[in-house]
């Protein structure tokens, strides 16, 4: 087994995007950048003098309703699962996000754009060790008929069901087991949905002031709005999974653990990510080492070769 699969990776440039916020509507620009090894995923709100740094740590959730919001000293940056997400997909541990407004843009709604543009950074492999997150005993939330759990597994693993009430979106459940390749090519493309009479409500509330069928799945009763169909015929379950992950990667490191959910969503993401925090013996920080065959397994994770190949 070849060691140095286990280091920590970051970017090797500075690559940026720019777009519009879903919320506020407003246009704004996010960079990513390269980091230290053990300094994680940073948000930096860049348009702020003195610029403000925000942990993308369970700690710094301030709002899960609608999107996962950070925040720190009264200073937040919105939505920012997506980007979180493209970053765990593509096996990136430590890297810093600026964001020269209130919000990451939502670009189409998916992670694609982001795994594109960390695509075009360009990864580098550190000299530190990864750190997974093992877990050992199960963790489960509930809220009412919602269930988040995090049950340990030799992989990491997802399996999400979702039951909207809604002739395309009833009992649409997804399993699969992620690594670089299969995030890539089954996940990161899935955009995120929205009900038309939810937007309009939104629209009148001063919310959501940037969404438009250029970037969310929008359905009526009956209907997908969206003249060019879905990407997935199960986009909306393939969408709750990236989002999930987006949630996860706030653990601050790579799990390995099946992830189990049943019509969740940011709020039970992360009241699952704190208690498995918290709960004494639920998780363990386990780093690589030669002939476990444990990382022999992970060493198929996210390998770096592949990220060349282009997002389908
Ligand atoms: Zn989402």
Do not use: W
């Not at 348009?47 to 925000?54: F, H, N, V, Y």
């Not at 493209?86 to 541990?93: E, M, R």
């Not at 009900?195 to 959501?208: C, I, P, Q, T, Y």
């Amino acid at each position: 087994m070849d060691g140095q699969s286990f280091h920590q990776r970051t970017l090797k440039h500075r690559a940026s995007i720019e777009g519009v916020g879903l919320h506020t509507g407003q246009p704004v620009r996010l960079t990513l950048s390269p980091a230290c090894a053990d300094s994680g995923i940073v948000f930096v709100r860049t348009d702020l003098a003195p610029t403000l740094e925000i942990p993308a740590e369970c700690a710094s959730v301030v709002d899960t309703v609608l999107n996962t919001s950070l925040g720190r000293d009264g200073v937040r940056i919105g939505t920012v699962e997506h980007v979180l997400a493209a970053l765990a997909g593509c096996g990136i541990d430590a890297a810093r996000i600026e964001v020269e407004g209130p919000e990451v843009p939502i670009a189409d709604g998916s992670s694609a754009p982001f795994v594109q543009l960390i695509q075009r950074a360009g990864i580098h492999e550190l000299r530190a060790p990864r750190r997974f997150l093992q877990v050992r005993k199960a963790v489960a939330v509930t809220d009412g008929d919602k269930v988040a759990k995090l049950l340990p597994a030799r992989h990491f693993r997802m399996t999400y069901t979702i039951d909207f009430q809604h002739p395309l979106i009833s009992d649409q459940t997804c399993a699969l087991e992620l690594d670089g390749r299969s995030f890539r090519k089954e996940i990161a493309r899935a955009r995120t949905f929205g009900f038309k009479r939810d937007v309009e409500k939104l629209h009148r509330a001063g919310l959501a002031r940037g969404g438009s069928l250029e970037n969310a799945v929008v359905v009526d009763d009956f209907h997908i709005l969206n003249p060019e169909g879905l990407r997935f015929p199960d986009e909306f379950v393939r969408h709750k999974i990236l989002d999930a992950i987006g949630d996860l990667a706030l653990l601050g490191m790579p799990v390995i653990g099946h992830f189990v959910a049943v019509k969740s969503g940011h709020a039970l993401n992360h009241q699952l990510v704190r208690k498995a925090l918290a709960e004494g013996g639920a998780c363990e920080v386990v780093q690589p080492r030669a002939a476990d065959e444990l990382y022999a397994m992970q060493n198929s994770l996210l390998p770096v070769l592949t990220l060349e190949e282009q997002v389908a």
